[in-house]
C-alpha cells in the first residue's frame, strides 16, 4: 500500500461543520465515479444514486433528515434498487445489498478526502419524505445519504470509542483478538 493511500485512510474523518463554499461539478463527479469502482456482491449493480446539489432540495433533505448536522453542498444518496436485487435471485435474507452501499459509501469519502471534500454519512432521515423530495420510484429504497461539503477551520476530535462509558483511544489492537476472541 502506497503512503499516499495510507494517509488517505488515516486522515479520513466524517466532516460535521462545513462552509458555504460550492462544491464543484469536476469533483461530484470524481467521487460518483470512485463508486463504480466499490467492491460489491458477485459484482452486481443493485444500487442506484442520486446526486443533489440544488440549494433548495438540500434544505428540504436537512429537514427530513434529524441525523444531518452539517449544511452540505451536495448530498449523494444511495439507494437499493429491490428490482435488481430481484433479478439477480439474491435470497430474502441476502445481507449484500446492505454491505455494499457500506463499501460504495467508504469509496466516495475515502475519493472525497482525496480530493480535498469534507465527507459524512447520514442514515437517520425519514425515507418516505426523501422519497417525495427527489421523485424516487417504490422499487428503489433510500438508504444513506454522503453529505459533501468543504471543512470549516476546527479543531478534529482524536479518534475514540466509548468503552462500558469510558473514552478509550482506539487501535488497531484494542479491536484485535488473535486466533480467538478473548473476553
Not at 500500500?1 to 495510507?6: Q, V, Y
Not at 459524512?120 to 444513506?144: D, H, M
Amino acid at each position: 500500500m502506497s503512503r499516499d493511500t495510507l494517509n488517505v485512510i488515516k486522515t479520513r474523518r466524517v466532516i460535521r461543520n462545513m462552509t458555504d463554499q460550492p462544491l464543484e461539478q469536476e469533483k461530484l463527479e470524481k467521487i460518483l465515479e470512485s463508486a463504480r469502482w466499490a467492491p460489491v456482491g458477485g459484482n452486481q449493480r443493485i444500487h442506484r444514486f442520486v446526486a443533489v446539489q440544488d440549494p433548495t432540495l438540500l434544505r428540504l433533505l436537512r429537514m427530513v433528515s434529524p441525523g444531518m448536522f452539517q449544511k452540505p453542498q451536495a448530498i449523494i444518496l444511495i439507494c437499493i434498487d429491490w428490482d435488481a436485487v430481484e433479478s439477480e435471485n439474491f435470497s430474502e435474507i441476502e445481507k449484500t445489498p446492505y454491505i455494499d452501499v457500506g463499501s460504495q459509501m467508504q469509496t466516495m469519502m475515502l475519493a472525497a478526502h482525496a480530493l480535498g471534500v469534507g465527507s459524512g454519512p447520514v442514515t437517520s432521515f425519514s425515507r418516505e419524505a426523501v422519497r417525495v423530495i427527489l421523485n424516487i420510484p417504490v422499487n428503489l429504497e433510500p438508504y444513506l445519504m454522503v453529505t459533501l461539503g468543504y471543512a470549516a477551520p476546527t479543531k478534529q476530535l482524536p479518534m475514540q470509542a466509548s468503552v462500558r462509558g469510558k473514552k478509550k483511544k482506539v487501535t488497531w489492537q484494542s479491536l484485535t483478538d488473535w486466533e480467538r476472541y478473548k473476553s
